[in-house]
C-alpha cells in the first residue's frame, strides 16, 4: 500500500519562508509527475508546481520566482520550497504522486493528507 506523508506546514509572517516534504512509503518502482496542489476556504483546488520524473517543472503564475519545486528519485519525494510568502498562499496544501507503480499498484494516483499553511501577522 502507497501512501504520501506531508510535512512542513505552520504559521509563518508575510515575506517568510516554509519548506513542504512529502515522501512516498512503500514498494516503489517509479513515479511519473509529482506535484503539490493547495485549496483555499470556498476555492477549488489548484496546480501550485509540478515535476516530472525528467525534471521538467511547471509553476502557477502566482508563484513563479517565490516557489522551488525539487523532488529525490531515490527517496520517492517531493519538496517546495516556499520564499516570500503572502496571505493569498493561505491554503492546505496537498502533495500527489502519479502514475505510481509499485508492490500493490500499478498506475495508480495518490494524494497526501494536506498540511495547512497561514501566512499572517
Known amino acids: 500500500q502507497v501512501q504520501l506523508v506531508e510535512s512542513g506546514g505552520g504559521l509563518v509572517q508575510p515575506g517568510g519562508s516554509l519548506r513542504l516534504s512529502c515522501a512516498a512509503s512503500?514498494?516503489?518502482?517509479?513515479?511519473?509527475?509529482m506535484g503539490w496542489y493547495r485549496q483555499a476556504p470556498g476555492k477549488q483546488r489548484e496546480l501550485v508546481a509540478g515535476?516530472?520524473?525528467?525534471?521538467?517543472?511547471n509553476y502557477v503564475d502566482s508563484v513563479k520566482g517565490r516557489f522551488t519545486i525539487s523532488r529525490d528519485n531515490a527517496k520517492n519525494a517531493v519538496y517546495l520550497q516556499m520564499n516570500g510568502l503572502k496571505p493569498e498562499d493561505t491554503a492546505v496544501y496537498y502533495c500527489?504522486?502519479?502514475?505510481?507503480?509499485?508492490?500493490?499498484?500499478?498506475?495508480?494516483?495518490?494524494w497526501g493528507q494536506g498540511t495547512q499553511v497561514t501566512v499572517s501577522s
Open positions: 500527489k504522486a502519479e502514475n505510481v507503480r509499485g508492490w500493490g499498484t500499478e498506475g495508480s494516483d495518490y
Open positions: 512503500g514498494i516503489i518502482y517509479s513515479i511519473n509527475n
Open positions: 515535476i516530472t520524473s525528467s525534471g521538467i517543472i
